[in-house]
């Protein structure tokens, strides 16, 4: 139990929707990080949030999103989804800039 | 540009056996490196990490890695695998110990399969 939590575990959406997804961290985890692993790949790195500001981004176009809100829970969002968006979408929190990330068990996105 | 390689994407030991599970990775500067374990749906646990300091390393639930500069490799190992270890095993790279900015690297995974 890692005391990261998000929601919800699974849902079902459709091509050229918008989904957001949720996680909240332990007290005190001011950095959040999101990641999407899509089905027998690792996990790949979309972007990390520190005190609600994003400070870092990998190799995704614009239409995926994030929030941090004061209390360091988090969105992600992503818009006109596609087909190959479908996977497990993870976040990790941390305290501190060199402190352990710890995981939550994830999103389970399905676009049909 | 940082990358991992788990060459073996599936193996298969007997209970009881010994395990090592390959990784190498290329990194521009000086990184840390990880073992992530996964069971089926569920998120990434931390098994070790490794900076600085002996190349051998500890973690949980009875694994270890060795750092091996020239061969830019972190290879985990176990003595003796129990059934519970059938999950996913995920080596990573970061520039801290929580992925910094640029966020963790993973690769893409061995599956480890126990035999009775």
């Known amino acids: 139990e890692t005391g990261v939590t998000q929601s919800p575990t699974h849902l079902i959406k459709t091509r050229g929707q918008q989904v957001t997804l949720r996680c909240s961290s332990q007290s005190g985890h001011n950095t959040v990080s999101w990641y999407q692993q899509a089905l027998g790949q690792g996990p790949q790195f979309i972007f990390q949030y520190y005190r609600e500001e994003e400070n870092g981004r990998g190799n995704f176009p614009p239409r995926f999103s994030g929030l941090q809100f004061p209390n360091y829970s988090s969105e992600l969002n992503v818009n006109a989804l596609e087909l190959d968006d479908s996977a497990l979408y993870l976040c990790?929190?941390?305290?501190?800039?060199?402190?352990?990330?710890?995981f939550g068990q994830g999103t389970r996105l399905t676009v049909v | 540009a940082q990358s991992v390689t788990q060459p073996d994407i599936h193996i298969t030991v007997s209970e009881g056996a010994s395990l090592e599970l390959r990784c190498n990775y290329s990194y521009g500067a000086t990184p840390y490196l990880f073992w992530y374990v996964q069971s089926p749906g569920q998120g990434l646990q931390l098994l070790l990490k490794y900076f600085s300091g002996d190349t051998l390393v500890q973690g949980i639930k009875g694994f270890e890695a060795e750092f091996k500069r020239s061969q830019s490799s972190f290879n985990l190992r176990k003595p003796s695998v129990h059934w519970s270890d059938a999950a996913e095993y995920f080596c990573?790279?970061?520039?801290?110990?929580?992925?910094?900015?640029?966020?963790?690297?993973f690769g893409k995974g061995t599956h480890l399969i126990i035999q009775p």
């Open positions: 990573a790279v970061g520039r801290d110990s929580g992925g910094g900015a640029d966020g963790l690297t």
């Open positions: 990790a929190t941390k305290g501190w800039e060199y402190a352990e990330a710890f």
